[in-house]
């Protein structure tokens, strides 16, 4: 079965860093681009960050980019959120998706909560 489970999210303060992981298993995850999404409180879920299948391309909303860093490592398959100098209003719900874009198909994990607060 297709499984995808973030982990590292928690409470850090304001300007703090952390780093979130998304391992994936029941897949082919080297031919599948990568990306995070993030949901807060009341909006809509949005995507923060995307990684290519070989990692040679990311992209990043603009509210992110400087901060975060997106990367992946295929022969773990995992892929990672670097988060530096957070902002209140990174405060979300955390999900990694995974798209084979060919097909369109995506997977979706369940989530990790990321609370930046002092």
């Known amino acids: 079965q297709v499984q995808l489970v973030e982990s590292g999210g928690g409470l850090v303060q304001p300007g703090g860093s952390v780093r979130l992981s998304c391992a994936a298993s029941?897949?082919?995850?080297?031919?599948?681009?990568m990306s995070w999404y993030r949901q807060a409180p009341g909006k809509e879920r949005e995507l923060v960050a995307r990684?290519?299948?070989?990692?040679?391309?990311?992209n990043y909303a603009d509210s992110v980019k400087g901060r975060y860093t997106i990367s992946r490592d295929n022969a773990k398959n995992t892929m990672y959120l670097q988060m530096e100098s957070l902002k209140p209003e990174d405060t979300a719900v955390y999900y990694c998706?995974?798209?084979?874009?060919?097909?369109?198909?995506?997977?979706w994990g369940q989530g990790t909560q990321v609370t930046v607060s002092a």
């Open positions: 998706n995974a798209e084979y874009r060919p097909t369109s198909v995506n997977y």
């Open positions: 990684i290519s299948a070989i990692g040679s391309i990311t």
């Open positions: 029941g897949f082919t995850f080297g031919r599948f681009a």
